[in-house]
């Protein structure tokens, strides 16, 4: 699996397909830091939540370099739940490394209030990217060519999903449950009651959790459906 690993991580930086998601990157922190200083819960939470949609879209471009041919290959020799597995973990180690730089990048914009609960937002900076990051890397193997067959439906895929993530994210019906809870933790790590109760915290962790139970589950099925 170790080397599945880096053979995707090397085809994906050497092939430019990195290229992309890095500049989409630098654009959105530019965006987030670049109006001035804000109280670091607030800043990361939000950086946490415009990240979701690029993350989603660095994973589909990791998971859609492979060949399909080589992916069968792949499945052959490890099997399937281990190349698939790897994959995944992949993903989640690109968008770690991606969500590491966003936790930095504010300190070179001046973007971060010093004087404003620091070790407490820094704190709630990192789980609110760490509940970013599984959902999206979900996602965007969701909306991969070795789940919807093919490049023009996962972009539909993919661009839907990450539009009602955010639509139905900032609504106050039961309809956020169905999508995990960017929106609702970067508006946690906003509110006025700061910092965010136990409670809270823990409700958001158990929303993301089940989200990412019911979609990689869902990644599964399909992946086997599809082999």
């Known amino acids: 699996m170790t080397a599945l690993v880096a053979m995707r991580v090397a085809g994906f930086v050497r092939g430019g397909r990195a290229l992309a998601p890095l500049i989409a990157v630098l654009v959105v922190l530019g965006v987030i830091y670049g109006g001035g200083a804000s109280p670091a819960a607030v800043a990361y939470g939000y950086s946490a939540a415009a990240l979701f949609p690029v993350l989603a879209w660095l994973t589909k471009?990791?998971?859609?370099?492979?060949?399909?041919?080589?992916?069968?290959?792949?499945?052959?020799?490890?099997?399937?739940?281990?190349?698939?597995?790897?994959?995944?973990?992949?993903?989640?180690?690109?968008?770690?490394?991606?969500?590491?730089?966003?936790?930095?990048?504010p300190w070179l914009f001046h973007g971060i209030d010093t004087e404003q609960s620091l070790a407490t937002g820094i704190a709630l900076g990192v789980?609110?990217?760490?509940?970013?990051?599984p959902p999206a890397v979900a996602l965007g193997a969701l909306a991969s060519r070795a789940v919807t067959g093919s490049v023009r439906l996962g972009v539909t895929v993919l661009v839907v999903s990450a539009v009602l993530v955010v639509v139905?994210?900032?609504?106050?019906?039961?309809?956020?449950?169905?999508?995990?809870?960017v929106m609702a933790t970067a508006r946690a790590l906003n509110d006025p009651r700061f910092p965010p109760s136990a409670a809270t915290l823990a409700v958001l962790t158990g929303w993301a959790a089940a989200w990412c139970a019911a979609a990689y589950a869902a990644y599964g099925w399909f992946r086997r459906s599809r082999a």
């Open 168 to 181: 139905l994210g900032l609504t106050t019906s039961w309809a956020p449950w169905l999508v995990p809870p």
């Open 61 to 105: 471009l990791l998971l859609d370099t492979e060949p399909d041919v080589q992916r069968r290959l792949a499945r052959l020799a490890v099997g399937p739940a281990r190349e698939a597995t790897a994959g995944v973990l992949t993903a989640i180690l690109l968008s770690l490394v991606v969500c590491a730089a966003a936790m930095v990048a």
């Open 127 to 133: 789980l609110a990217h760490l509940l970013a990051v």
